[in-house]
Every structure is written in C-alpha cells, then in structure tokens.
C-alpha cells in the first residue's frame, strides 16, 4: 500500500484524540485504512491494543473495559459494525454503557470498488435503526477534536457512538485491496 504523509497525518490526529480523550483500550479487526491507525496507536504506546478475531468479540471487550473504569474504542471496517447489531444491542445500549465506534466507512462515492458499496449505503440506515448516534469524519477539519467529540457524546447519552472514517482522509491513497 502506498501511503502519504497527509494519510499517516490523519491516521496520528486519530491517535491524539484517543488519546485527548482518555481511552485506555483500543479493540480492533483491523482493514487497511485501520491499519494504518493501529500503525500510529503501537507507537503512541499509551493504549492497550486488543486485535479481536470477529468485531462482536471486540465489543465484548471494550464492554468489559469500560465496565473496570477504563475509555474504550473499537476499531473496525463498516462490514463489522453491520455483523455487530446483537452485541450492540445486547451489551453497550441495554447497560447504558459508553464505547467509541471508529468505523472505517467502505462504500461510500469514490470507492473504486463495487464490490463495498452494499455495506456503504447500508451503513448510516443501521446506525439509526440502532439508534447509535454517528458523526461523519472532516479531514479539512479537527480530527482530534472530531473523535473527542464523538467520545464526548458516547458518554453523555450513556452508548455507543461512531465516527465514520471517510475516504477523504485517504484521499489519493491506494488503501483498496
């Protein structure tokens, strides 16, 4: 994969919104865009990193984290987040409990590869039928205040909320398998 610095950039002002926002444990099934942020978490060196085999196990673990005091995130493509509903439901919104959805957002206008663009429109319908708040990234803005932001409101309405990771911060990157 061809990166620029413009990618590894955006991929380091994730990471110090993680880390701005006091989250301890990072959980991931990692794609090549969350690779990329993973990359930057292991040199930050301040989180634990949880590499999950499925996306509902990463929740599990972010849930049990959270539970023992600590700020979680998952990280993971928006294929996961659609084959995560259950643990969704079932954990974060019927205990009320905060997790921070990064969600690497495939599918969306500009993917050059047909073959996401199902998960992609399906991915903001099953986040309102799930009622899990959601903001889209902006790379011509904060993305450290972006993910603090989104951290923020996880907290306060006592559940899960994603950032969307959009294709502009890879923009002109070859992060396509």
């Known amino acids: 994969m061809v990166l620029t610095e413009r990618a590894r950039e955006h991929a380091r002002a994730l990471v110090r919104g993680l880390k701005a926002a006091r989250i301890e444990v990072v959980a991931s099934v990692p794609d090549q865009w969350i690779g990329l942020i993973l990359e930057e978490v292991a040199k930050e060196g301040s989180f634990r990193s949880v590499p999950v085999a499925r996306e509902e196990e990463g929740i599990g673990v972010c849930f049990g984290a959270v539970l023992g005091g600590k700020g ?5 493509q928006n294929a ?15 205990h009320q409990v905060p997790l921070l959805l990064l969600v690497s957002y495939r599918g969306t206008p500009g993917d050059p ?8 429109v399906r991915t903001e319908p099953a ?24 951290w923020t409101y996880a907290r306060e309405s006592a559940g899960p909320a994603a950032l969307l990771l959009t294709a502009d911060l890879f923009a002109g990157e070859d992060v396509y398998p």
């Open 72 to 76: 979680a995130a998952m990280l993971m």
């Open 80 to 94: 996961g987040l659609l084959s995560s509903g259950t643990g969704l439901v079932t954990l974060h919104l019927l």
């Open 113 to 120: 590869l047909f073959y996401h663009i199902p998960k992609g």
């Open 127 to 150: 986040l309102r039928a799930l009622g899990i708040p959601y903001f889209l990234t902006d790379a011509g803005k904060d993305l450290t205040a972006q993910v603090c932001r989104t």
